[in-house]
């Protein structure tokens, strides 16, 4: 699988870490989202520039789930992020 350039962050896209959750709030919608404890890694690894992979692993880790899940989980994560266009 080819590497992909890390996601980005919206800059009108303010972020809390709370508790092993994250909160979102989108300026331009004033919408909030909350992230549960995977959700919130996965945001804080597009916070640090990670590629799909890099937080792939740090899911693993952390979690102790296995690769195909935790990549299943980062892309679909990063999916709706992307259609709520959170990040680029």
Known sequence: MPQQAPSRIRDDVL????QGEAVLLDLQTKRYYRLNATGAMIWKGVQDLLDSHAIVDALVR???????TAQAETERTLDDLRAHGLIT
């Open 62 to 68: 952390e979690f102790e789930v296995d690769r195909a």
């Open 15 to 18: 972020t809390a870490q709370l």
